[in-house]
């Protein structure tokens, strides 16, 4: 509540909070927040699964604080939980209770068949936004066949009920949204997903890649959705209807 309400303040852009928080956090931490702003979009994700960047820690000669290190090979042993339970709770505390729509995020392919069961139950209601991340470990890998085999399932599972994105993890990321965007997806970047804007060149900002995936996806004729545009493609309650 210290920084949301001066970016609503400095822009219409659609603020998305996350559920997924740590994988350390209690189910109930991680949705300490979003309950408490109610957001317009949240992102959840739809499974558990071995998310772990401990490879890092071998790369990383010198690290800023003590906790670092031992949190980063941690992972290794970490399981992000997402069970059936956790989910209902999360679509039906944030989603029907606060009127929040979500980000489903997936990481491999048995995720877009949990999202296909929450639809069935009715728990999920279309128009509905599929995030497909490549290159996690323990997740589905950055490769362009992958991308195709992620939307033809979502085709088949899902018809014409949703939006699909892409997130390209590390050095993936241009080069995977630029693939999925001839196939007719939206794209996710930022320093989250990646620290560099090219080869060797660390990205200044979040805007920096914004920018530099704006410029290739004009170049190709494709045109940018505005805020309001993006609100009505995913069924959003609108930025007044937020807590903050």
């Not at 998305?16 to 979003?34: D, F, K, Q, V, Y």
């Not at 060149?201 to 290739?216: D, L, T």
Request: glycine share 10%; hydrophobic share 40%; charged share 20%.
């Amino acid at each position: 509540m210290q920084f949301l309400p001066h970016i609503k303040e400095a822009t219409n852009a659609v603020i998305n909070i996350t559920t997924g928080g740590s994988t350390r956090m209690t189910l109930e931490e991680r949705l300490a927040a979003p309950l408490l702003a109610q957001p317009e979009m949240a992102s959840l994700n739809m499974g558990s699964m071995n998310f772990s960047i401990h490879p890092a820690a071998s790369k990383i000669q010198q690290w800023n604080h003590a906790w670092e290190k031992p949190y980063v090979e941690g992972t290794e042993d970490t399981i992000f939980r997402n069970t059936f339970r956790d989910i209902s709770h999360i679509l039906k505390q944030l989603g029907e209770g606060c009127g929040t729509r979500f980000e489903f995020e997936c990481y491999d392919v048995g995720h877009l068949y949990n999202l296909a069961h929450f639809v069935d139950a009715g728990l999920i209601k279309p128009p509905f936004f599929i995030q497909t991340i490549f290159g996690i470990l323990g997740g589905i890998g950055p490769d362009p066949d992958n991308v195709t085999y992620m939307r033809q399932t979502a085709n088949r599972l899902f018809g014409n009920d949703y939006q699909w994105s892409i997130l390209g993890a590390g050095r993936h990321q241009m080069q995977l949204l630029t693939y999925g965007a001839i196939m007719g997806g939206n794209v996710r970047v930022g320093l989250e997903d990646s620290l560099y804007l090219s080869r060797g060149q660390v990205a200044k900002s979040n805007a920096e890649q914004v920018r530099k995936i704006k410029r290739i996806l004009e170049e190709l004729s494709f045109e940018i959705a505005t805020p309001d545009e993006a609100r009505q493609m995913l069924g959003l309650k609108g930025a007044d209807a937020v807590a903050f």
